[in-house]
Antibody, heavy 122, light 105 residues
Framework: QITLKESGPTLVKPTQTLTLTCTFS??????????VGWIRQPPGKALEWLAL???????RYSPSLKSRLTITKDTSKNQVVLTMTNMDPVDTATYYC??????????????WGQGTLVTVSS | EIVLTQSPATLSLSPGERATLSCRAS??????LAWYQQKPGQAPRLLIY???NRATGIPARFSGSGSGTDFTLTISSLEPEDFAVYYC???????FGPGTKVDIK
């Protein structure tokens, strides 16, 4: 059974750096074809893709946020960490991580964490 | 960057009716398009991947079609639990569409 859970601060101040951790079980990030993605959703708004990392350490970033994001993995701890610098109130959102499975069948973002709400305010 | 447009923004229908949702890409994404359902306070749920493949456990009333720039999600007969917001996502550069809300007429 695959599960993911996001953790991190619920409140950050403007200009601070946000560090979020996705802790997962039921799969390994050392398995070929596996990845983890980060997605956010401001209150009442649409989903926005942020970053992803694959089993082979291939990393992809949203072009509009690339300069502020860093994604890393710790395979031994079953964790993926996302850092976002220079936080602003417009970054207030629920942040989700998702399991990515890819192979001959295609690619599926098929398991999602419950999300964690991050508020940016002084 | 590939931009996804979804229409209509809101679809008002009654249970038992057929729902047809559209997703259009600003350039070809081949068949690399997924559909998600999201209910209030919940994480998105994968319905369809690679344009037409139903995800595990998704009822047969959900179907996806299309390729290139034009895609459709069809719900053949709406159940009460299907009223939600639906998003498309392309995996050329992973962007999401703005969503279509399916609400009860």
């Amino acid at each position: 059974q695959i599960t993911l859970k996001e953790s991190g601060p619920t409140l950050v101040k403007p200009t601070q750096t946000l560090t979020l951790t996705c802790t997962f079980s039921g799969f390994s990030l050392s398995t070929s074809g596996v990845g983890v993605g980060w997605i956010r959703q401001p209150p009442g708004k649409a989903l926005e893709w942020l970053a992803l990392i694959y089993w082979d350490d291939d990393k992809r970033y949203s072009p509009s946020l690339k300069s502020r994001l860093t994604i890393t993995k710790d395979t031994s701890k079953n964790q993926v960490v996302l850092t976002m610098t220079n936080m602003d109130p417009v970054d207030t959102a629920t942040y989700y991580c998702a399991h990515i499975g890819s192979g001959w069948w295609g690619e599926r973002w098929d398991y999602w964490g419950q999300g964690t709400l991050v508020t940016v305010s002084s | 960057e590939i931009v996804l447009t979804q229409s209509p923004a809101t679809l008002s229908l009654s249970p038992g009716e057929r729902a047809t949702l559209s997703c259009r890409a600003s350039q070809s994404v081949s068949s690399y398009l997924a559909w998600y359902q999201q209910k209030p306070g919940q994480a998105p749920r994968l319905l369809i991947y690679d344009a037409s493949n139903r995800a595990t456990g998704i009822p047969a009333r959900f179907s996806g079609s299309g390729s290139g720039t034009d895609f459709t999600l069809t719900i053949s007969s709406l159940e009460p639990e299907d009223f939600a917001v639906y998003y498309c996502q392309q995996r050329s550069n992973y962007t999401f569409g703005p969503g279509t809300k399916v609400d009860i007429k």
